[in-house]
């Protein structure tokens, strides 16, 4: 069957645009946990989440 973590990483792609999507065209992750994890690495670092906090 489909798994909610196949349809998250399917979906993922669509609600990209940009410097985002040229990003994850690179990437090769097959795991919800880890797509989400380095997204978050990328773009929204600590001590630039920090900031925003």
């Keep these: ?3 909610e973590e196949k349809i998250s990483l ?3 792609p669509f609600f990209l645009a940009d ?4 990003w994850l065209y690179y990437l090769s ?3 919800w ?3 989400k994890q ?3 690495d ?3 670092p600590v ?3 920090a900031n925003i906090r």
């Design 1 to 3: 069957g489909i798994t």
């Design 10 to 12: 399917r979906s993922f």
């Design 19 to 22: 410097k985002a999507e040229d």
């Design 29 to 31: 992750v097959t795991m």
């Design 33 to 35: 946990d880890d797509m």
């Design 38 to 40: 380095q997204f978050l």
């Design 42 to 44: 990328k773009f929204f």
């Design 47 to 49: 001590p630039r989440a």
